[in-house]
């Protein structure tokens, strides 16, 4: 089973950092490519960060320069690090693993970011 669990996630004030982990379910990290979503209340689920099949990454223009997403195999985990976080970036972040193999993606249960003074 491919499982996905976040955390991070919190209250932080304009312009602080988070980082945001998603901790896979063995071998997924291996066999996926990983990506991290957001969803703000009334808005539609949108990509924030993702690898391509190629060995690049995508980022969502609103967040060019301030967010970097990684990963360490040997720990299955994959990060988000976050920085000069803006009011905007409030949302619930999701991990999500694109299966290389298959068309099937899994998504974690989410993670709160609140950013407010």
């Known amino acids: 089973q491919v499982q996905l669990v976040e955390s991070g996630g919190g209250l932080v004030q304009p312009g602080g950092s988070l980082k945001l982990s998603c901790t896979a379910s063995?071998?997924?990290?291996?066999?996926?490519?990983m990506g991290w979503y957001r969803q703000a209340p009334g808005n539609q689920r949108e990509l924030v960060a993702a690898?391509?099949?190629?060995?690049?990454?995508n980022y969502a223009d609103s967040v060019k320069g301030r967010f970097t997403i990684s990963r360490d195999n040997a720990k299955n985990t994959v990060y988000l690090q976050m920085n000069s976080l803006r009011p905007e970036d409030t949302a619930v972040y999701y991990c999500?693993?694109?299966?290389?193999?298959?068309?099937?993606?899994?998504w974690g249960q989410g993670t709160q970011v609140t950013v407010s003074s």
């Open positions: 063995k071998n997924t990290l291996r066999n996926s490519r």
């Open positions: 690898e391509t099949n190629s060995g690049t990454t």
């Open positions: 999500n693993a694109r299966m290389v193999f298959d068309t099937q993606s899994y």
